[in-house]
């Protein structure tokens, strides 16, 4: 079983920034690609950025230059920087994780985890 546990959500002003962290845990072998995506009231969750276990990163086209990911291979935790936020960047942020994990009886298995959410809000 793994656990996603993510913070830094919160209320900012326009232009202004926020840090989003999620940390793993769990029966964790290796975790490959980590990122972020997000979901706005009444649209469908779109990706907002990426990177692999090699720090290879994409963004989609509305962040990039604006948004940064990154990660702490050591901590199992992905993070996402985000500068000069605009309204339109208002919605409930879920970070994700492609996770190699073990049993008890040696098998493994590659899954992809999900965060509960957290929820950014973007004033005018």
């Known amino acids: 079983q793994v656990q996603l546990v993510e913070s830094g959500g919160g209320l900012v002003q326009a232009g202004g920034s926020l840090r989003l962290s999620c940390a793993a845990s769990?029966?964790?072998?290796?975790?490959?690609?980590m990122g972020w995506h997000r979901q706005a009231p009444g649209k469908q969750r779109e990706l907002v950025a990426g990177?692999?276990?090699?720090?290879?990163?994409n963004y989609a086209d509305s962040v990039k230059g604006r948004f940064t990911i990154s990660r702490d291979n050591a901590k199992n935790t992905v993070y996402l920087q985000m500068s000069s936020l605009k309204p339109e960047d208002t919605a409930v942020y879920y970070c994700?994780?492609?996770?190699?994990?073990?049993?008890?009886?040696?098998?493994?298995?590659?899954?992809?985890?999900w965060g509960q959410g957290t929820q950014v809000t973007v004033s005018s």
């Open positions: 994700n994780s492609d996770v190699l994990t073990s049993s008890s009886t040696g098998s493994y298995r590659t899954a992809r985890y």
């Open positions: 769990g029966s964790i072998v290796s975790i490959n690609a």
């Open positions: 990177i692999t276990s090699g720090g290879i990163t």
